[in-house]
């Protein structure tokens, strides 16, 4: 089973910096899509960014364009996701997924990842 740890969320203050990481085990991680989705407390999960195979194509969710960018390292088998100018609308547990090898479909959907971290807390205070 492909298994990922995300790191680097903690505490900021808005206006403030972050970037997460995510690092995959499996040999399909080159082959395989990435995806960063969020969850804030009573809110449903929702999509942030992704990025295809070879990091030729990225895709973000309207509230993160021009502030967000997600980008991936397939030699280190780790994604990536650089948080700029971050607000307290971004406080979330922020979690990685891939999806299958060779499979590129519903990037923005969450029931399109089998694989998925454990999350890492991202808290931004006014």
């Known amino acids: 089973q492909v298994q990922l740890v995300e790191s680097g969320g903690g505490s900021v203050q808005a206006g403030d910096s972050l970037r997460l990481s995510c690092a995959a085990s499996?040999?399909?991680?080159?082959?395989?899509?990435m995806g960063w989705f969020r969850q804030a407390p009573g809110k449903e999960r929702e999509f942030v960014a992704a990025i295809s195979w070879s990091g030729g194509k990225t895709e973000y969710t309207d509230s993160v364009k021009g502030r967000f960018t997600i980008s991936r390292d397939n030699t280190k088998n780790t994604v990536f996701l650089q948080m700029n100018s971050l607000t307290p609308e971004d406080t979330a547990v922020y979690y990685c997924?891939?999806?299958?090898?060779?499979?590129?479909?519903?990037?923005?959907?969450?029931?399109?990842?089998?694989?998925w971290g454990q999350g890492t807390q991202v808290t931004v205070s006014s």
């Open positions: 499996g040999p399909t991680f080159s082959s395989s899509a």
């Open positions: 997924a891939a999806q299958r090898a060779y499979y590129y479909n519903y990037l923005s959907r969450a029931s399109e990842y089998p694989y």
